[in-house]
């Protein structure tokens, strides 16, 4: 972005106008453009694909009415909530009721600014990226704090104080593990931490180093608690809360929030992407330098496909864990993941020192290592297929 618009200042476009305000403009009109045409669709999308999921793991069918298997839903179901009458309780703080879902939904959307979908394909590169995203998601937990507590309901305020206990709480690993890849690459920009990787798996900071590799996953772990994500909803646990903090909303504002959670699936995969696994990169294809074009929409594709992998993963867990207790997800958080984010901290910390440049053949074990783990995997799912045919009970609806 920031390129091209030199280069547009360079030929004389916007003459007499200061650099900056050309600047803010197209970062505007940048950001405009990605809710519009990329994160709107893409979280409806989502809330379809996430109910496909669901119930095709649970021998369902999910919806299949509007629009070929059922695409179409979501649009049906944002227009029903757009249509509902948006009623706000009589005893209700009017004026927090009415902000909060707002809240939740920029400390989502302000995310995008800083994601680099591809070498170019960036609103704003800023020298603190990965410390404006820990900045701007923690609205969100302003925002349902807000929620739970205009309400003026009981069900809305616990599951608010929940949701602000486990967000506070996890962010603290969550954080120490992004701190493991600051370590390594000696930058908080996004686009330095995907430069300082490669296209090949094992060039990737996932298999830099075995506390990278428990770092990834302890990072998932706390983003999908952070989310608020199955086995980690409690703030909105229907056998306990009804539906938590979102109980007394009604129409769109109901629907924010669910917006805001099914888009921060694509966030988390994102960030994952962008840390550990080796961004945007693609294979050193012959004559595509001379391309950029096609260039950067092979980058969008590969960075697309790697992110919506782990928003997959993300809906097999919903799908599969039941819903933790309370002091289990604090026990999880405070007992395990903490003592081991420190531990993958240090160890990096110790690491770097002793390979400045990396270990090549310590990235290549720990490559051939997560290959030997996916492969137990995919054997233990097939077995798990085999022995329960799903099939059998969908094969009449298929």
């Known amino acids: 972005m920031q390129s091209l618009v030199n280069q547009l200042i360079q030929e004389g476009y916007f003459p007499g106008t200061p650099k900056e305000f050309v600047y803010a ?93 591809g070498s170019q394909l960036i609103v704003a590169d800023l020298n603190i990226g990965i410390l404006y995203i820990l900045a701007v998601t923690s609205l969100v937990v302003v925002g349902i704090l807000m929620a739970g507590w205009s309400s003026n309901n009981k069900w809305s305020l616990l599951g608010g104080m929940r949701s602000a206990a486990q967000i506070v709480s996890y962010e603290i690993p969550a954080g120490l593990s992004v701190l493991t890849i600051v370590f390594v690459v000696g930058s908080m920009s996004m686009q330095d931490i995907i430069k300082g990787q490669g296209w090949a798996p094992w060039d990737w900071f996932l298999f830099y180093s075995p506390f990278t590799f428990v770092a990834f996953f302890l990072y998932f772990t706390a983003a999908l608690a952070e989310g608020n994500r199955t086995p980690f909803d409690i703030p909105e646990a229907e056998s306990e809360l009804v539906a938590g903090y979102v109980t007394e909303y009604s129409g769109m504002r109901f629907l924010f929030f669910f917006f805001a959670e099914w888009g921060n699936l694509y966030v988390i995969g994102a960030i994952a992407t962008t840390l550990f696994l080796g961004g945007w990169h693609i294979p050193p294809i012959p004559g595509i330098q001379e391309h950029p074009i096609i ?10 496909v790697k992110a919506y992998l782990w928003v997959f993963v993300a809906m097999w867990v919903r799908a599969t864990l039941p819903r933790v207790r309370v002091d289990q997800l604090m026990s999880l958080c405070w007992k395990y993941m903490v003592p081991l984010a420190f531990l993958c901290l240090l160890g990096t910390a110790t690491w770097v020192l002793v390979w400045p440049q990396g270990n090549r053949i310590g990235s290549i074990v720990m490559f051939l290592i997560g290959v030997a783990i996916l492969a137990l995997f995919i054997g233990r799912l097939r077995f798990q297929i085999r022995h329960t045919r799903p099939e059998i009970y969908l094969k009449p609806y298929i």
């Not at 369902?60 to 249509?83: S, Y």
């Not at 260039?295 to 697309?304: I, N, W």
Request: glycine share 8%; net charge positive.
């Open 25 to 117: 403009g197209f970062m505007v009109l940048a950001a405009l453009v990605v809710v519009s045409v990329f994160v709107a669709p893409l979280a409806g999308i989502t809330s379809w694909l996430e109910r496909r999921v669901w119930a095709r793991m649970q021998s369902r069918v999910g919806p299949n009415r509007v629009g070929p298997q059922g695409i179409l839903q979501w649009l049906a179901d944002g227009i029903k909530n757009l249509l509902k009458e948006d009623i706000i309780p009589e005893a209700a703080d009017k004026r927090l009721f009415s902000l909060a879902p707002y809240v939740v939904f920029v400390g989502f959307i302000a995310t995008f600014v800083v994601i680099p979908f």
């Open 295 to 304: 260039k950067g929409v092979l980058e969008f594709f590969v960075f697309f």
